[in-house]
């Protein structure tokens, strides 16, 4: 892994248009990764189960600024989801994109890159969680190719239109919403039927499989079509 740890940053100054991940954030003798968007793809599904299925998420948000009486307009946003294994936290600021896994709630929910999360003076400006939605079989793989399908890394952080809370219902709204286009994919089309495995499955999903059954490919590469199905008549889409 050709990755380089590096320590934590603080919030704010320029956008890098990197990702930064944590695997272990409940651990102290772990630190985390700075991905660029080249490596996002390949490199950060390496690091985990990308078949780990999201069973919940929810937005969270804290004020700006310690000095805040009330968030009700200037907080920020993230999401926190839980799997079978692990909690996680997704976030976009003015630094970057930061993904943190821990085994405890509170290292993702009230942490950011091992320091503690800003909070007001009063109950209004704490820590607050906003809405929830389930899973829907979403896998966090799945969440990452759709973050990089995207392009969320390359799009700056803009106070107004991308900002932390956007991202956030952004991926908030992949999670809870089923995709209704379809991809059929033949993984052994030149093989008897009976013994092939073909099925419909989101694009996202497409994206994990293919990277799975040919790592030294890019999908760029990779010549054919794949036909669209979704509630109206199929059609047929070239790469």
């Known amino acids: 892994m050709s990755l380089s740890l590096s320590p934590s940053a603080s919030t704010g100054g320029n956008y890098t248009c990197k990702l930064y991940f944590d695997p272990g954030a409940d651990q102290s003798d772990t630190g985390g990764y700075w991905i660029t968007d080249d490596q996002l793809r390949q490199k950060l599904v390496n690091l985990i189960d990308t078949d780990e299925e999201i069973k919940k998420a929810s937005i969270y948000s804290n004020p700006l600024s310690s000095w805040q009486l009330i968030d009700a307009m200037f907080y920020h946003a993230f999401v926190v989801m839980e799997t079978n294994d692990w909690w996680w936290s997704i976030e976009k600021n003015t630094e970057g994109i930061t993904i943190q896994r821990s085994k405890k709630l509170e290292n993702v929910r009230d942490m950011y890159q091992r320091k503690i999360r800003t909070t007001g003076s009063t109950s209004l400006t704490s820590i607050k969680e906003n809405k929830t939605t389930e899973g829907g079989k979403t896998t966090i793989g799945e969440l990452i190719i759709y973050i990089w399908r995207k392009d969320c890394l390359n799009d700056v952080y803009h106070l107004l239109d991308e900002n932390c809370q956007k991202f956030a219902d952004t991926v908030f709204n992949r999670i809870k919403l089923k995709c209704d286009d379809q ?16 099925c419909y499955m989101s694009v996202d999903k497409l994206f994990c499989k293919v990277q799975r059954l040919s790592a030294s490919e890019t999908l760029s590469q990779m010549p054919g079509a794949f036909q669209f199905q979704s509630s109206s008549s199929p059609v047929v889409s070239d790469m």
């Open 183 to 198: 991809v059929y994919f033949d993984e052994a089309a030149d093989q008897p039927r009976y013994s092939a495995s073909s």
